[in-house]
């Protein structure tokens, strides 16, 4: 069975300007959470996708927005880049979400830098 | 709130040795579950365990094994006879099945091992 796939794997933006990023999960999952890590603060939840339905949100300004579409694929998007948005961000795929903890396995990530 | 921590930043052995990656948690729920993942250079988070709040049991898999006391609120993590690919960053999550596939992880531990 395929892993989680992310493209694209890498990508330099500046200032200002706006990214979208994509995520294909493991077949048959429905669950889809965004992760970015930096070096400062480490691993940081996003948010959780299930059912075309945002279920959790973390700590991120609303320039940080996400969607997921009929066949679980996921995007997020980042508007008015700034500097501290560069980062990897992690996407990550389980079967079923709500009420129970599915494990999550982890795409390769979008490295994401921002000058 | 949750919280982990990995009071390791970095651990440097030399192929052969046993190592343990500790990892202690906090949390109010009864309920929750503890994680290990690997990250590699490559950036992709490779799940390694998942142990649920009730089940003590110690596991082994080969060359890994984990010590789970709910007393000491730790998750340790032990490598026997480590390997040079073994050298990664290991990360400790918890998560809470009110809060769907959310992981919050701990800082990390970056193992290298020196053949």
């Known amino acids: 069975k395929a892993g989680v796939t992310q493209t694209p794997r890498y990508l330099i933006k500046t200032r200002g300007q706006q990214v979208t990023l994509s995520c294909s999960p493991i077949?048959?999952?429905?669950?889809v959470s965004w992760y970015q890590q930096t070096p400062g603060q480490g691993l940081q939840f996003l948010f959780e996708?299930?059912?075309?339905?945002?279920?959790n949100k973390g700590n991120f300004p609303g320039r940080f927005s996400g969607r997921q579409f009929s066949n679980s694929r996921s995007e997020m998007n980042v508007s008015t880049l700034e500097l501290g948005d560069s980062a990897l961000y992690l996407c990550?795929?389980?079967?079923?979400?709500?009420?129970?903890?599915?494990?999550?396995?982890f795409g390769p990530g979008t490295r994401l830098t921002v000058l | 709130a949750q919280k982990v921590t990995q009071a390791q930043t970095e651990i440097s052995v030399v192929e052969k040795e046993d190592v343990t990656l500790d990892c202690v948690y906090e949390?109010?729920?009864?309920?929750?579950?503890l994680f290990w993942y690997k990250q590699p250079p490559s950036g992709e988070l490779v799940f390694l365990i998942r142990?649920?709040?009730?089940?003590?049991q110690n596991e082994i898999s080969g060359r890994y094994s984990w010590n789970f006391q709910k007393s000491t609120s730790s998750f340790n993590f032990t490598i026997t006879a480590s390997q040079v690919v073994d050298s990664a960053v290991y990360f400790c999550?918890?998560?809470?099945?009110?809060?769907?596939?959310?992981?919050?992880f701990g800082e990390g531990t970056q193992l290298t091992v020196n053949p």
């Open positions: 949390t109010r729920d009864t309920t929750y579950y």
């Open positions: 990550a795929s389980s079967l079923e979400a709500g009420g129970t903890t599915d494990t999550q396995y």
């Open positions: 999550a918890l998560s809470r099945p009110l809060s769907g596939s959310r992981l919050t």
């Open positions: 142990r649920n709040s009730f089940d003590e």
């Open positions: 996708y299930f059912s075309e339905t945002q279920r």
């Open positions: 077949s048959g999952h429905r669950s």
